[in-house]
């Protein structure tokens, strides 16, 4: 391949790729992070309520710590689902939908983790893990007999020379650090799996629709497709995809290959190096082999769907109401192709459409009635009236008006003893009996019948919660009786 045409290659998977879109995007260590923490550890669905709350919360932390994030969780996952970074499905077991990763996000998240934390070298395990596959595919390939049995005779002799030599005691284990270097290697493979699991879901999600458009777009002479769903083939479970994925499950399914390999990730969690491993890495390897089982299950139930959909389909005659449909699209496409050499598109025309009156807009939006939002809930009181209480009168309004009369009366009483006198002073002597609101009236009096030599000072009252209150006023004097 040229650089040109690479180039161009490239250039087309920038445009179309989510996996390189999440990688360039502004916020990519934000959306990797988020996602990766929700959705890419144990949780590998969530319904969106709930995904919308962890990610709000999580939001305001980042917006505590300076980073520009002005939408909401509901708003960035709409924006992460039409970019392509996650997938959106109906819940399975309630009514709702739920949110998952897409295949290009677990790529970049796992690109992303890689990079966090590489390799330390070429390990060596790695190195042998493809030797012996290489050797194995060596063997089950080779059409020569004689040859093939000479390869199986000499791996057969050195099994039994490795047997003798554990017979006479000559027992060579593997050292710590290079278990640990070929379980990390097997981590490192296993975790590429859940993103293979996304990427197979996709194939048949979109096996699944190219399937659908042969079929409407198929003319008389071109069949195939509809006759064989008409006789019955599973053309989703016999396609490529399908049996690669069938003999994939079928082993994954093997109760004697999951028992193996049960025992022997126990003997190797139980030997000393395993200490070095984290407790999620130690955790995932037990639970590999139900991983596997419940996604293996998943896309079962994924393509008996596609399966059932598209058989239903064509039995129903769906497809002809559709084939009719895209033959009237390309009637329109083709005359307004021919109208556009001397029609310009904003040129008005005389005919008249009848839209429909009602509004559109989401199910979402609709508020359901609740008959709990009429009840009144506590019975109606009926309040009898009474004969007025004179005190009860003078209570009120001593609670709602200032007693100027009784401030007076005060301030005159002071007088009596002294030439002159401040607001501090006679609430000294006659405490505030309506709280601030004497202290104002005090105020208001002085303002209008007394003087001010300027200065300030302090008064306190006690407030109607019998809590100390104190302020600072402007200094006035009472130098003569009040009217």
Known sequence: MSALSQTHALKHLVDTDATWRLLRADNAPVIAALLSEHLGAESRRLPTDELYERLDHDLEALRGHGFELPQSAQGYCAEWRKAGFLTRRPAEEARGETFELAAGALGAIRFLEQLAAPRQTVTESRLASIGVQLGQLAIETDPDATRRLEQLHA?????????????SGDLDTLDAARALERVRDILAQAEDIPSDFARVRAEFETLNRDLRARIVESDDTQRTVLDEVFR???LIGESDEGRSFAGFSA????????ATFDDDIERVLARDFAGELTSAQRRYLRRFIGTLKDHSGEIHEVITAFARGLRRYVQSQ???RDRVLR???????????????????????????????????????????????LDAGAPIEEHVAGVADLEALRALARATEIDFAELIG??????AEAPQCTVRE??????????????????TLAANQGTAPGGMETVRWLGSDDRARAADIPIYRFTGRLL
């Open 251 to 258: 082993l994954v399914l093997d109760p004697a290959v999951g």
């Open 327 to 373: 033959g009237l699209l390309r009637t329109a496409l083709a005359a307004g192709v021919e109208a556009s050499g001397h029609t310009r598109p904003y040129q008005p025309t005389t005919l008249h459409l009848e839209l429909s009156a009602v509004a559109l807009g989401s199910v979402g939006a609709i508020r359901l009635h609740d008959p709990a939002d």
């Open 410 to 415: 005060n301030v005159n009483a002071v007088l």
């Open 426 to 443: 006679v609430l000294e002597r006659h405490p505030a009996s309506q709280g601030v609101a004497s202290v104002v009236g005090l105020l």
């Open 318 to 320: 769906d497809y002809q």
């Open 232 to 234: 019955g083939v599973d």
């Open 155 to 167: 791996q057969r002799d050195r099994i039994d020379a490795q047997i003798e030599r554990i017979h």
